[in-house]
C-alpha cells in the first residue's frame, strides 16, 4: 500500500516537471522570437481582436467590418464666372460676420417726417420730323442707293448707300431719279461712281405683280464703258429698285417699249430681271 502511494506521488511530480519544462521552452522559444511573432500579430490584426474582445471586459463582440476599397478621386472643377463688363469690377462676396451677443432693445427713434414726394420729370418732347425742302415733296424716305464700287483688283460690285429722299406719291420714282443724278462730294471720295450713261432721264415708273416698270429715255440705251459698263448700270437700277418689299423683279422699257438688248455688245434685257441675271 505504501509502494503504491510512493509509486503515484513520483509520478504526480513527474508530470508537473514536464509541463514546468513545457512551459520554459514555450517561454525560450516565444522570447527568441518574440519581434516575429509579434510582426506576424500585428499584421494579421490579431492584436487587435483581442484588444476589441478582452479590452472591453468581455461585454461586447468584435464585429468583422468589410474593409472598402478607395474608390476613385472626383476633381470638381466651379464653372468659370463670366468676366464682368469692361470698367466694372468682379463682385467679391462679403466677408462672414460673427454673430453679436443680444443687444438690450434701444430706445424707439423719434418718427422720421414724411418723405417728399419725387416730382415726376416731365416727359420729353416726341421728336420733330424734319420738314421737306419742297413742299411739292413733302414725304420722306431713307432710300438704299446702290453706286458702284471698283476694287482693288479691278472688277466692279454695286454698293449701298443710304440717302433721303422726298416724294409726292411715288417713292420708287424718285428713287430711281435720285440714283440718276449720280453720288455725292462724300461718297465720291469713297470711290463710289455711277455708271448709268449720262443724260438718262426716267420716264415713268410702275409696279404689278412683283415687277418694277421702268421706263427711260433714248439715252439709257448706250454706254460708253462697253458691256461691262452697260452690266453695271442695270445692276444699279436692279439692286436699288428690289429695296421695296414690293419689288422683285424689274422690266427694262425704252420710250415705252421694251426692248431686247442694250448696247453695241447686245446685254439681253427682254424680260423682267433680278439681282441673279447677271451672277
Not at 462730294?185 to 432721264?201: C, F, Q, R, Y
Amino acid at each position: 500500500m505504501g509502494m503504491a502511494k510512493s509509486s503515484g506521488k513520483r509520478q504526480t511530480t513527474i508530470g508537473v516537471l514536464f509541463w514546468i519544462a513545457l512551459i520554459l521552452l514555450i517561454l525560450v522559444v516565444f522570447l527568441a522570437n518574440r519581434s516575429n511573432i509579434e510582426h506576424v500579430m500585428e499584421s494579421t490584426g490579431l492584436i487587435e481582436t483581442i484588444r476589441d474582445r478582452f479590452g472591453s471586459g468581455g461585454e461586447t463582440e468584435a464585429v468583422d467590418q468589410p474593409v472598402r476599397e478607395p474608390g476613385p478621386t472626383v476633381v470638381f472643377d466651379p464653372p468659370a464666372r463670366d468676366p464682368a463688363p469692361s470698367g466694372d469690377p468682379l463682385p467679391v462676396a462679403p466677408p462672414r460676420q460673427e454673430p453679436s451677443p443680444p443687444q438690450q432693445p434701444a430706445a424707439p427713434a423719434a418718427p422720421a417726417p414724411p418723405a417728399e414726394t419725387p416730382r415726376q420729370p416731365a416727359p420729353s418732347p416726341a421728336p420733330q420730323r424734319a420738314p421737306s425742302p419742297d413742299p411739292e415733296r413733302p414725304n420722306r424716305l431713307m432710300a438704299n442707293l446702290y453706286f458702284i464700287k471698283l476694287t482693288d483688283s479691278g472688277r466692279i460690285h454695286p454698293q449701298r448707300v443710304v440717302r433721303p429722299v422726298y416724294y409726292a406719291t411715288g417713292p420708287l420714282t424718285e428713287t430711281i431719279r435720285s440714283l440718276i443724278a449720280g453720288p455725292s462730294a462724300s461718297e465720291l471720295d469713297n470711290g463710289l461712281i455711277n455708271l448709268i450713261p449720262p443724260g438718262t432721264e426716267l420716264i415713268s415708273a410702275s409696279v404689278q405683280g412683283g415687277v418694277a416698270y421702268l421706263n427711260f429715255n433714248q439715252s439709257f440705251r448706250f454706254n460708253s464703258y462697253g458691256a461691262e459698263g452697260t452690266v453695271a448700270q442695270l445692276l444699279q437700277i436692279i439692286y436699288s429698285s428690289t429695296e421695296f418689299p414690293t419689288v422683285d423683279r424689274v422690266q427694262f422699257m425704252v420710250d415705252g417699249e421694251v426692248v431686247d438688248y442694250l448696247g453695241g455688245d447686245g446685254i439681253f434685257v427682254g424680260e423682267p430681271l433680278d439681282r441673279t441675271a447677271f451672277s
